[in-house]
């Protein structure tokens, strides 16, 4: 059988996942969304769970973190059917006036086709693409997806 290469930029040997550079990020972020003098907006988009993961999105196209795929499609898939839960519930027009409190202004074709940019596409590109390379999705990350959206 033959090995797989490790993934670009492990930062750990024997990490075939890449969970550190994971974890780093995720602190990063952490830390970031309290930064004095940011603008308020922005301290509420890095608190969302949906930006957290589009950054993971745009970390794994850019650093070519393929082994991510798995739990980036369920996540996705996630965040999918809770905020389509909230928005059946009527959060889209709380959501609006926060935003327009925080200075961006949405008329409602705008925050429908930016929602389903953020919240849509994802989870249908990653999923496609998971089919497409008839890549299985470990039932751990179901598991860790539960625990870190609860």
């Known amino acids: 059988m033959a090995r797989e290469s490790p993934p670009p930029y492990q930062l750990l040997p024997g990490d075939p996942f890449n969970l550190t550079l994971?974890?780093?990020v995720a602190s990063l972020l952490a830390a970031c969304k309290r930064v004095p003098g940011l603008a308020p907006l922005v301290q509420w988009q890095l608190n969302a769970y949906t930006n957290w993961n589009l950054i993971f999105i745009m970390l794994r196209l850019a650093l070519k973190q393929k082994q991510w795929d798995p739990f980036l499609a369920v996540?996705?898939?996630?965040?999918?059917?809770?905020?389509?839960?909230?928005?059946a519930q009527g959060i889209d027009e709380n959501m609006r006036t926060?935003?327009?409190?925080?200075?961006?202004?949405?008329?409602r074709r705008t925050f429908v086709c930016l929602d389903h940019l953020l919240h849509t596409v994802p989870p249908a590109l990653l999923v496609s693409h998971l089919v497409r390379r008839r890549k299985r999705v470990p039932l751990l990350n179901i598991v860790y997806v539960i625990g870190l959206s609860t």
């Open 75 to 87: 996540n996705s898939v996630g965040i999918l059917v809770g905020f389509r839960t909230a928005m």
């Open 22 to 24: 994971g974890v780093l």
């Open 98 to 107: 926060k935003i327009r409190h925080l200075g961006l202004p949405l008329s």
